[in-house]
């Protein structure tokens, strides 16, 4: 019985969790991490290329389960960067969707791994909305369909018609 408890303790100390990693690393691969620990550990393990940026990376971010770790190489957009500035530029672009022209669904955005930028280039999400998506999603895991943004405090149903279709997992 002894043996049980000690291994329930350790369950509460720190869980493992799954993480992809790829780009300019020597390793990419899916690294079985605690989830108590940051990008550098991660970038540690599948060693960069001398060729990598790390600009854009956030090495003290905590790692997330089932989440992709891209590093570009110099001269390379990372893959965010360009999402991001494609969203931008869509949004400058066609203010038709203001008046309810929603043939946007091939641009949609992942909510399991949108950045508060991203999130605030669609027409409803603003500051506060997109900083509690994200605070849900680090303290309950991944969404797991984008109903479930209305357990997000500040979204509620008419926000989920008005946003969902930009959205998803």
């Known amino acids: 019985n002894n043996d049980n408890a000690k291994s329930v303790k350790n369950d509460k100390k720190g869980s493992f969790i799954f993480v992809d990693i790829k780009g300019a690393v020597q390793h990419p691969d899916i690294y079985k ?9 991660l970038v540690d393990k599948a ?15 905590k790692l997330q389960d089932q989440k992709v770790i891209y590093i570009p190489k110099i001269g390379d957009k990372d893959q965010k960067d360009i999402n991001m500035n494609h969203f931008a530029l869509k949004n400058n672009h066609t203010e038709d969707s203001k008046k309810g022209n929603s043939t946007i669904n091939s641009e949609q955005i992942n909510i399991n791994d949108a950045t508060e930028s991203q999130l605030l280039t669609i027409n409803g999400i603003g500051p506060t909305k997109a900083k ?3 605070e849900y999603r680090q303290q ?7 109903e479930q943004l209305k357990d997000v ?17």
Do not use: C, W, Y
């Open 140 to 146: 309950h895991g991944p969404f797991e369909s984008v």
């Open 47 to 61: 060693i960069l290329l001398k060729d990598a940026d790390l600009s854009s990376v956030n090495l003290a971010e």
């Open 132 to 134: 509690a998506i994200i």
């Open 33 to 41: 991490m605690k989830d108590t620990d940051r990008v550098k550990q």
């Open 153 to 169: 405090k500040g979204i509620g149903a008419k926000t989920l018609e008005k946003i969902g279709s930009k959205l998803t997992i």
